[in-house]
């Protein structure tokens, strides 16, 4: 008997087995079936994994949850992730399909929900906050609930209210004489005459992003789709604001660029050639006082110009809805938590100071701190007498699994309306017959 | 009991089958890391995206099997053929612009009499060392529209109405061949240049006794010299640019509309907008098999490996 026989080598064969054993077993395990029935703790020391895009919403909710751990059953300690809205989603669903460390309370950006909605992965994956808001659905507007509804159940709470209106620069609506406008119609045709004169717009658009076609559609009264969830973009209420975009652009009302948010929009805002912008609310923080402090004093809120055809007095856009991980054993931790800061008076008032971002819940908007705030940036206007007029009529946002998809086609359509290859009409009906065929 | 040492004739041949083992042994213990990470990272995904391809999954929750769905999917999917043919064009600016852009780069610096030459070489090579970040923010800036910088030359000099860079399906194309071009071309020249230095000298000395020009000597002894030079670059340059992402993603974001999105890009969307595991690994696999066809293509005209046999 030789050596050979007696220990008997490693084949090559055997040795790439074993190794693409070893190496197939994590990927296995990471697509394993997440479990369930975790038991919640109830009391005592809990940490929450807080995941979100904005660091404001963390802080808010660290200095919630240092009352709470006073008058409550927990003793809360907040760690945080942080990162962009898209990236912070996809980390998110990571996690979730590898079991790993979860979030415990999770910022969805409004755009990423529909991820969540495509094999009921929200169901799967979020616990349901439908009975368990602090407050009966009726007590919020309902504009900031229904972006957050899956199969009926609602799995997100919204963060702010990001009403649309029209920021003026005062200094330039002086200099150059600009009137009012009560209509879209109107504003298209007096941002056509100043610019003719002056060379200034009363509005600014970027070529294949559909934000302001969305503001104003949905201020039209037209959605993307419908309560459920069916695509209801191919309306004459579509056709009829990206044909409104489009003469606004042509004659001059509207500046068009590549890039609204980057150094195109930010530079345009700083040579003082727009004289008005049609933005939500966060428009005021992330990007005027970020990008032109020095404008300060110099813009003021007004509302909307209404469409001739009927339509709503406001729009919204944007928003971070928090939900709470299903399967973690601080999830009713969690979600006390978010009840308290998103699902009472007091909290969102709270929110509304700490923050700046408008109220959800309707009661918070009686509240004298809220009614009466000022805002410097916007010299000293009582900006919330606006926003009360404009907040019981916001118009509600439906999601659809297929948003992400629509949102591509309709970039595309907007270039091509904008450019002349296709008319508005034939440019919604080509969007809503792509987006048909490959949600099919 | 005394311990005694075991008799030599035992002890031998032990000591000689386990060294004798150890030897089978030992070139599989050192090339394991190499399968390991190889397994782990490259084969294992790979059958894995394969696998998935064949099947319908959100990221979470079971696989359904759907059998070549997704491949014909991809085939009807309008956005796949846009991300198909702007890949394409990325591909074919790279090779027929920056490859002999590169070379020509090349071959000037490594003239005799070219002064400055470490000054030119860092210039040229600095793009590539930028963060992807900062150029799209500068090409933004420099191609908008509005308010860029060339338009603003290109109106006050020439006289030239605005041209929609970013705006319009084929600038757009044309706008990130250019970075392409800024990009990669000082990136290549390396390579080039390094193939340039190994000519031996002799050979152009030779060629010039015999009367051969600049020209005849680039064509005849430069360029069959830096063929395996050449086809590295080729592969590399194939390769890099039909997985394109950074550029058109962070600058255009493949608009407008989808007039500059790349397969990658594609991908990306698929898999983490829409939540398409199964159309996004069909389209990686579609890609890795168009890519890997065409490479082997490339080897074989060039010949690669041939001159080691």
Known sequence: MNSSQSN??????TFIGMASAAAMVPLL?????TTSGVASQESGEVTLNI???APDFTKFFASRAEGLSESGPYDYTIEQLQSDAGDITTKALAAYAANGALPSLLGIEIAQFSRFMKNNIAGEALADLTDEMGAPRDAFYESRVQPYVSDGAIYAME????LVTLYQRTDLYEQ?????ADTWDDYIKIGGEIFAKHGTSLGVIANDDPTWFGMLLQQRGGHYFDEDGNLAIDSPEAVEVLQLLVDGANNGAFTVVSDFFGGPGTSLLKQNKVAAYFMPDWFNTFILQANAPEQSGLWKLAPLPLFAGGGHTTSVWGGTGFAVSKDIPERDAAIALLSDAYGTEDGQVDRFTQTGYLPTLKSAWDSPTVLEKTDPYLGGQRVMELYATLAPDAPTQYQSENWALLSTELGGAITAALTGRKTPAEAIKDAAASTESQSA | MALTAPPSGVTAPRASRRRASFVKIAPYVFLTPFYVVFLLFIAGPTLFAIYLSLHSWAGLGSFSFVGFDNYTNLFTNDDFHAAAGNTAWYVLGALLIVLPLSLGLAAVLNAHGVRWKGFFRT???????????IVALLFNILFDTGTGLVNGVLSSVLGVPPVGWLDTPVWAKVTIVLVLIWRYTGYLMIFFLAGLQNIPRELYEAAS???AGPFRQFSRITIPMLKPVTAFVVVIVLTGTAQIFEEPFIL????????????????????????????????????FIVVFAISRVIASVFGIGKESQ
């Open chain 1, 176 to 180: 150059l004489q600009i009137p009012q």
């Open chain 2, 252 to 287: 255009t974001n493949g608009g407008p509309g989808n007039a500059s999105l790349s397969i990658t890009q594609f991908i990306f969307r698929a898999a983490f907008q829409r939540q398409e595991f199964g159309l996004a690994a069909a389209a990686g696999v579609l890609l």
């Open chain 1, 51 to 53: 995941w979100s895009n």
């Open chain 1, 159 to 162: 963060s702010q209210f990001p």
């Open chain 1, 29 to 33: 395990a990471s697509c394993a079936p």
């Open chain 2, 123 to 133: 210039s040229f090579f600095l793009p590539i060392v930028l963060s992807p970040v």
């Open chain 2, 209 to 211: 006794l015999d009367g």
């Open chain 1, 8 to 13: 008997p080598a490693l084949s090559r064969r």
